[in-house]
């Protein structure tokens, strides 16, 4: 009766803002605090940081391919050497903003197209691993249940943890719908905290195609920049406490 609900923040940029990291930092036990590749400035990502650290939130690196301009929803062909610099050069600046503010980076989420890649692609996914090692083995991974990374992390030593999504549509075969087809994002506030409900007392969930498929979550995410974040998580966060559920960090 223990669960996460984590949610993706520090993706402001510049003169653009991009969700409420401050008012979701009192509802999330975990943070996935962008690390500059596919969002947020080191202003930004320093404050949100600091945030965190007041609020008691457990931060966890939200590495991406280098892609600004798309938001890090873009395949990036890279090599994976090159790949595991770019993570690494993350990992590096976020351990270092954090210690800053008297917290510290306790897993890594991969962000957008590279978290989806690295589900099934088994070189960016070793890239992605090799590079948390090299920067720091204590750190956990959150990922897809099934998930190839998940599989070459556990081999090489680091804790992996399951992730499910409170927004986002399934396939049946348990990976996410692509955002470029019809319903794959989930913005009824009500039938969202409903679902997690379900996510986490039944371990299942009901797919895009009506079939009920299986999900097994350490962490549950809502997606900080959708418009309806801040009332989606809280009422998430009163639905797993009406449920009994003992909400926090699990990867502190």
Same mark, same amino acid.
């Given at each position: 009766?223990?669960?996460?609900?984590?949610?993706?923040?520090?993706?402001?940029?510049?003169?653009?803002?991009?969700?409420?990291?401050?008012? +979701?930092?009192?509802?999330?036990?975990?943070?996935?605090?962008?690390?500059?590749?596919?969002?947020?400035?080191?202003?930004?990502?320093?404050?949100?940081?600091?945030?965190?650290?007041?609020? $008691?939130?457990?931060?966890?690196?939200?590495?991406?391919?280098?892609?600004?301009?798309?938001?890090?929803?873009?395949? #990036?062909?890279?090599?994976?050497? !090159?790949?595991?610099?770019?993570?690494?050069?993350?990992?590096?600046?976020?351990?270092?903003?954090?210690?800053?503010?008297?917290?510290?980076?306790?897993?890594?989420?991969?962000?957008?197209?590279?978290?989806?890649?690295?589900?099934? !692609?088994?070189?960016?996914?070793?890239?992605?691993?090799?590079?948390?090692?090299?920067?720091?083995?204590?750190?956990?991974?959150?990922?897809?249940?099934?998930?190839?990374?998940?599989?070459?992390?556990?081999?090489?030593? +680091?804790?992996?943890?399951?992730?499910?999504?409170?927004?986002?549509?399934?396939?049946?075969? $348990?990976?996410?719908?692509?955002?470029?087809?019809?319903?794959?994002?989930?913005?009824?506030?009500?039938? #969202?905290?409903?679902?997690?409900?379900?996510?986490?007392?039944?371990?299942?969930?009901?797919?895009? !195609?009506?079939?009920?498929?299986?999900?097994?979550?350490?962490?549950?995410?809502?997606?900080?920049?959708?418009?309806?974040?801040?009332?989606?998580?809280?009422?998430?966060?009163?639905?797993?406490?009406?449920?009994?559920?003992?909400?926090?960090?699990?990867?502190?």
């Amino acid at each position: 009766m223990r669960i996460d609900l984590n949610s993706d923040m520090g993706e402001s940029y510049g003169r653009w803002t991009l969700g409420d990291d401050h008012a +979701l930092l009192d509802v999330v036990s975990s943070a996935n605090v962008a690390c500059g590749f596919h969002a947020g400035d080191p202003a930004g990502i320093l404050k949100t940081l600091a945030n965190a650290a007041e609020n $008691g939130v457990c931060v966890g690196a939200h590495v991406a391919y280098h892609d600004l301009a798309g938001f890090g929803r873009r395949f #990036v062909d890279e090599q994976p050497a !090159d790949l595991k610099a770019d993570v690494m050069y993350q990992l590096a600046a976020l351990e270092g903003l954090a210690a800053s503010v008297g917290t510290h980076v306790s897993y890594v989420k991969p962000h957008g197209a590279l978290y989806n890649r690295i589900v099934h !692609d088994e070189r960016h996914a070793r890239a992605v691993v090799d590079a948390i090692v090299a920067i720091d083995p204590s750190l956990g991974l959150l990922t897809l249940p099934g998930s190839v990374v998940g599989e070459i992390a556990a081999a090489a030593g +680091l804790r992996v943890f399951r992730e499910a999504f409170a927004d986002r549509a399934y396939m049946p075969d $348990g990976t996410l719908v692509p955002r470029t087809q019809p319903g794959a994002v989930i913005s009824d506030v009500d039938a #969202v905290a409903a679902r997690v409900s379900r996510m986490a007392s039944a371990g299942e969930v009901v797919a895009i !195609d009506g079939s009920v498929i299986p999900v097994a979550a350490d962490s549950v995410c809502v997606h900080g920049d959708s418009p309806s974040a801040v009332a989606m998580a809280r009422a998430i966060r009163a639905r797993l406490d009406a449920d009994g559920f003992d909400v926090r960090a699990f990867a502190k």
